[in-house]
């Protein structure tokens, strides 16, 4: 009985840190960018397991690492200024910053930055389902987009666990230096 219950909890114990599935298609962390979610051919070998945080504690760490971020304003899931592409938001917290380098554009009648024209939006999950649900709908709007001849910007993404790095067109020439700054985030 003790010999199955140690080899029942070993198995677990080895699934658990054996990685993804094969059907989890999104790296541990990555550097995308655009509709098709081309590679920028800035790819990190970094494999930290990071949990969900709070998105404003992640745009503090980048602060820490030395990125020129300025402004940023907080929100949850509940207070998001953004309309929910389903019944909810995925994300439990998102914080949007400026990076410095770039002048800050606000929402039309709001006072929230625009991030693919001032800087970038961190948004944290609950799950690793969650964060990929996410991506999944951000593709499936820029795929509408072209469908519908509308030309979106690039984007640049960077996950990294349970976190999502999201970086406006405008920062394309920095995207190594957030990447390399949220893979020393431990949370």
């Keep these: 009985m003790i010999k199955k219950l140690l080899a029942g909890l070993l198995l677990v114990v080895f699934t658990a840190c054996s990685g993804p599935a094969a059907d989890d298609e999104l790296p ?60 909810a938001h995925l994300y439990q917290t998102m914080a949007i910053f400026n990076d410095t380098r770039v002048d800050p554009v606000a929402l039309e009648d709001s006072d929230v930055l625009k991030f ?43 996950r990294q666990g349970t976190i999502l790095l999201r970086l406006g067109h405008v920062m394309e020439p920095w995207t190594g230096e957030y990447e390399q700054a949220l893979a020393s985030y431990e949370g």
């Design 116 to 158: 693919d024209e001032s800087g970038g939006i961190v948004e944290t999950f609950a799950s690793r389902e969650d964060l990929r649900t996410r991506v999944r709908q951000i593709e499936a709007v820029r795929a509408l987009a072209a469908e519908q001849d509308t030309e979106l910007e690039p984007e640049y993404q960077i």
């Design 28 to 87: 541990e962390s990555s550097a995308e960018t655009g509709p098709q979610g081309s590679s920028s051919g800035e790819r990190s070998d970094v494999t930290l397991t990071v949990e969900s945080t709070d998105a404003g504690v992640v745009v503090e760490h980048l602060k820490e690492q030395g990125l020129p971020i300025g402004r940023s304003d907080g929100y949850s899931a509940e207070n998001s200024p953004f309309k929910p592409l389903t019944g």
